[in-house]
């Protein structure tokens, strides 16, 4: 019973995984992206059109993560090289992808593919309890698990993780050092982006193979909130995905167990679940425990007057 | 010597504000060349010119006799022109290892935090500094901020150092150390620029020296061609340093009264112990040691009084906020002006009404008065002769001085019985600094009392009737300026003595 929940928590927090991470690339350059959502649903249609036409599950991931990296392109555009308004230029960016998958996703509605299977890892996943649950999943899976530690590993352990996070700190300091502050930005918007395409195509290729209009059904919110829950560490990204997982997965179980709550409150809990989450971190926040890069959300000028 | 550096005619605009108007001069290796003007001469541009922040908008550079375009600091910071900006380029949250880190060259991609933590020290130590790599820069004082900013170039071996402001934010004895390294960086042959409003450290440091005024460069002096005076007088050209003297005698009349007043601060330390102080009508009472900042955020209502009681002319107004503080008629000059002393962003109209917006008038009903608030404006510049930019653009556009003129026309605006004046006069150019001085003295004939909080002796000493002193949060005494010696207060604001 334990064991069935975990490993559906954790294919449930697998694409919010990844957005997470995507998201917590970007804002550690210091861009706000609030198109997570948006981006999220052009990689679930990328990646199953691909998979779809080509029959290859890896095309379809790179497929998944190209075209969000174009559309995050667009926003790194906006807010980097012409210094537009974060929040304006995210929020496009989420209508633009819901609208766009919806028109072009027309064609592939209601079509089939076959979706990543599961690879038992030997030895791991014989251990008891968390065993099944981490280690007889996809290869998607595996994935998340090894760019929650890249992540980390690139951030913390070579320059341009050093230099990255110092742009998102305070730009100015990075310039004045030779930075190229807007190159770092870019790449690092987009391919964020793009990461976050692959957590929309872990829902198309994996969690239900098919393509359904506006199938992210706000998980892209999630992760922008996790983000702040996770104070822009990528191992408490995994913890809280998880957790979020963890009560999508519950929710589901009590439907499946037939109790008299009405299935619309129990969907409603991962939401309330957000919502509890941002309350309690805004409050750590402002205890002074924050961890939120120092210039986010403020575009670079280097004539501005200080 | 040959010109390491030439610069010809160097013009940058912002919007609505010629900050460079025609800008040369030269630079020898080998010398410390000091760039001398007023608040809002262009130095601070011109340097940022230099190190390829902002792009002139006419005007060449020389270096070694080659012309040469900065489309970036990365450009110049190549060509081995470095700078300590006067706002430090730091991250907080990082630690001193990693902010040095991001100016070191040939650090590979994945790298060792020990070989390069190695590098790092030795240089650290060759100059005799003390620096603890694995601290993070927020816990840090400005002053060792500021020697993580020197490290970074000597690291990168800059040819020219550009140093706007250092001694600033240093103590005397901080000072000191720098002009050590700083005279031994020279004798390696190194360039530096020294941007400084004081002039003892002026004459004491500089091989030349050229004078900005109104962005444009006046002349440039050999050692031995200048002295004090005339620098003082090149700088401020035809303008006159405004004249005043000091208040008559004031009277019995108590206007503020502290009576056993704690404080105690984030980290939950007593601030103010027990602090007990007396300010009479039309007094200049000046305030020496430490806790005085506490003092003023005590008495202007913005920190939470642990016991005790403040009497502004017998009305109890310990726990008052600030706007009631200043209906009581306490007036602020705050020590961080852009922080907390104008909305940088709002015109210099809307900065003069923060604190009595409300008043009659300045609304029509609801709604504010475009005109009245205008006509206020005008009537304080000229009151005040404030440098205004274009009517409507933002008050942080305008120089150090202008803008201490503006919160001062503020505060004063309503006749205030007492003014809280914290460090009014920090990097202020000399006329701007008379200027402050002169409103207080003005202010205290007509008996408004001043308590002047001031990290400056020399400032106390000419200003003030009374310097109290504090030591570690209680009154040590009360020091005469026209009797006592330097090295008494000294002593009290040691806690040795007592007066």
Known sequence: MLEILLDATVRAGTPILFATLGAIINERAGIINLGIEGLMLIGALSGFAATFASGSLLLGVLAAFVAAFIAGSIHALITVQLRGNQIVSGLALTMFGIGITALFGRGVVGQTIDGFERHAVPLLAQLPLVGKAFFNQDWLIYFSFLLVALIWFFFYRTRWGLELRTIGENPAAADACGIPVNRYRFLAVACGSGFVGIGGAYLSLASTPMWIENMTAGRGWIAVALVIFASWSSFRALFGAYLFGGITAMQLRFQAMGTTVSAHILQMLPYIFTIVVLVISTIRLQKGASQQPGNLGLPYDREDRK | MPDLLQLTHIRKTFPGVIALDDVSFSIRAGEIHTLLGENGAGKSTLMNVLTGFYAPDSGGLQLDGQPVRFASPRDSLALGIGMVHQHFMLVPAHS?????????????????????????????????????????????????????????????????????????????????????????????????????????????????????????????????????????????????????????????????????????????????????????????????????????????????????????????????????????????????????????????????????????????????????????????????????????????????????????????????????????????????????????????????????????????????????????????????????????????MSGEVSA
């Open chain 2, 96 to 492: 001193v290892l990693e902010n040095i880190m991001i100016a070191l060259q040939g650090v590979p991609l994945l790298f060792s935090r020990r070989q390069q933590r190695a590098r790092i020290e030795q240089t650290i130590e060759e100059f005799g500094l003390d620096l603890d790599l694995n601290a993070p820069v927020w816990k840090l004082s400005i002053g060792a901020q500021q020697w993580i900013e020197l490290i970074k170039l000597l690291l990168r071996d800059c040819r020219l150092l550009i140093l706007d402001e250092p001694t600033a934010v240093l103590t005397p004895q901080e000072a000191a150390k720098l002009f050590q390294v700083l005279l031994r960086l020279k004798q390696q042959g190194k360039c530096i620029i020294f941007i400084s409003h004081k002039m003892r450290e002026v004459m004491e440091i500089s091989d030349r020296v050229t004078i900005l005024k109104k962005g444009r460069s006046v002349t440039t002096l050999e050692k031995g061609e200048f002295d004090q005076k005339k620098l003082a007088g090149l700088m401020i050209g035809g303008d006159r340093i405004p004249e005043w003297q000091k208040s008559l005698p004031f009277s019995e009349e108590i206007v503020l009264e502290i009576e056993n007043l704690s404080v105690r601060n984030d980290r939950g330390l007593a601030d103010l112990d027990n602090f007990s102080l007396r300010l009479q009508k039309g007094e200049i009472l000046g305030i020496a040691g430490n806790g005085q900042k506490a003092l003023a955020e005590a008495l202007t209502g913005l920190t939470r009084v642990e016991s005790g009681r403040v009497l502004a002319a017998g009305e109890d107004i310990t726990r008052s906020c600030a706007r009631s503080s200043y209906i009581a008629g306490i007036a602020h000059i705050p020590e961080d002006r852009k922080a907390i002393g104008i909305v940088p962003d709002l015109s210099l109209d809307e900065n003069l009404i923060l604190k009595n917006f409300r008043a009659k008038c300045f609304r029509n009903g609801v709604f504010q008065s475009r005109s009245a608030i205008r006509d206020n404006a005008e009537e304080k510049i000229g009151q005040f002769a404030i440098k205004a930019g274009p009517p409507g653009s933002p008050v942080r556009l305008l120089s150090g001085g202008n803008i201490q003129k503006v919160i001062i026309a503020r505060e004063l605006s309503e006749q205030p019985a007492v003014l809280v004046a914290l460090y009014p006069t920090r990097g202020l150019d000399i006329g701007s600094a008379e200027y402050v001085h002169k409103v207080i003295a003005d202010g205290a004939s007509n008996g408004m009392s001043t308590i002047l909080i001031s990290e400056d002796l020399d400032e106390l000493y000419k200003i003030c009737d009374r310097i109290a002193v504090i030591f570690r949060g209680r009154l040590i005494g009360y020091a005469d300026p026209t009797s006592s010696s330097r090295a008494e207060i000294g002593l009290m």
